[in-house]
């Protein structure tokens, strides 16, 4: 008996200190809001990513900070209902996807590591000796792409968006201008494409595969969605708003695993050093936080550093892990 009393205040002890890792009121979170966006409103460097045409002629002062729970609590704070485009945020999504359709037999083909190089490095491809890379980059990503599963390119590519869509609120939606934007200026993508099909990495069509790429890149959405999708994945797959489950949770742990280690690109171990939280970002402007079992952070500002980071995301996201104590380690005490 005096065993099991033993047992019982332990695991109580340790359910009360899991609970005040995260015991924060809507009052403290929407404090944090205030407090972080006052601090970086006026940070001012970084320029848009001006490859992308469309991504060029955003207006550089939007910015906007979301918060949504896993319970599907939604905070936010400044321009959260603008559309802006996903860009490589859609990777670690179609990479879900890719999972789900595939199973694990991905991870084997496309790979895990960091590359240590930028998003787009052709040279990263060609000095490994079996090419592969990670769902993060381009390179992987599109090799993802293509092993979505459907008897036409437009039903994979229905298939990806409906996906995505059920992550957040239904409402997502494929931007014409930036798909033509983006497909006008892939010379670089279209040379990966073909690398990667010279080394038979590639389960259809490249172009069809580049092509569904450029599309899951051009989706459309608000900070306050991509909150959703964020709270969807802190919630193991399944959808805080609507409760269905979209994917399973030992997928959601590759996903969030591979934002981990590459999610910002060739800074993502200082990211992770320092923030402790699975990230990816968009050179749209977006950054997309998961806080395992408790929430996610969404910043929007289009200005990137040279790695294609959102300038004003990052501080903030930097910002509320120190205050709220969220990096993965410091939840681990």
């Known amino acids: 008996m005096k065993k099991k009393y033993i047992y019982l205040s332990l695991l109580s002890s340790i359910i009360l200190i899991n609970s005040s890792i995260f015991a924060l009121t809507n009052t403290e979170i929407k404090q944090g809001l205030s407090e972080s966006y006052e ?13 992308i045409p469309d991504l060029a002629k955003v207006n550089s002062s939007l910015f906007g900070i979301a918060i949504a729970t896993n319970e599907g609590k ?36 496309v790979g895990l590591d960091a590359t240590g190089h930028k998003f787009n490095s052709i040279e990263s491809i060609e000095n490994n000796p079996t090419h592969i890379q990670n769902p993060m980059v381009n390179a992987g990503a599109i090799q993802v792409t293509s092993f979505i599963k459907g008897k036409t390119s437009s039903e994979k590519w229905e298939r990806a968006l409906s996906f995505i869509n059920k992550l957040s609120d239904g409402k997502l939606y494929l931007g014409e201008s930036v798909y033509k934007s983006e497909t006008s ?74 934002m981990a280690v590459n999610g910002l690109y060739e800074t993502s171990g200082q990211w992770w050093v320092h923030v402790g939280i699975p990230s990816k970002s968009g050179v749209g402007g977006g950054i997309l936080a998961v806080v395992p079992n408790k929430m996610a952070i969404v910043v929007f500002s289009p200005p990137l550093d040279p790695s294609g980071n959102s300038v004003r995301g990052q501080e903030v996201i930097k910002y509320l892990s120190k205050k709220w104590n969220l990096h993965y380690l410091d939840q681990k005490q």
Do not use: W
């Not at 601090?39 to 490859?51: C, Q, S």
């Open 74 to 109: 939604i905070e936010s704070i400044g321009n959260v209902d603008t559309p802006f485009s996903i860009q490589s945020i859609s990777k670690p999504l179609i990479y879900g996807l890719a999972l789900k359709d595939n199973g694990e037999i991905i991870n084997e083909k």
């Open 185 to 258: 200026t892939n010379l670089r993508n279209q040379a990966i494409t073909r690398l990667l099909n010279s080394y038979n990495m590639l389960n259809s069509e490249p172009m069809d595969a580049l092509d569904r790429y450029t599309k899951a890149c051009s989706i459309m959405l608000t900070t306050k969605q991509l909150a959703i999708i964020g709270a969807t994945l802190a919630n193991n797959g399944t959808n805080p708003l609507t409760r269905q489950n979209i994917i399973e949770a030992n997928y959601v742990h590759y996903m969030l695993s591979e």
């Open 39 to 51: 601090k970086f409103k006026n940070l001012n460097t970084g320029k848009n990513a001006d490859y």
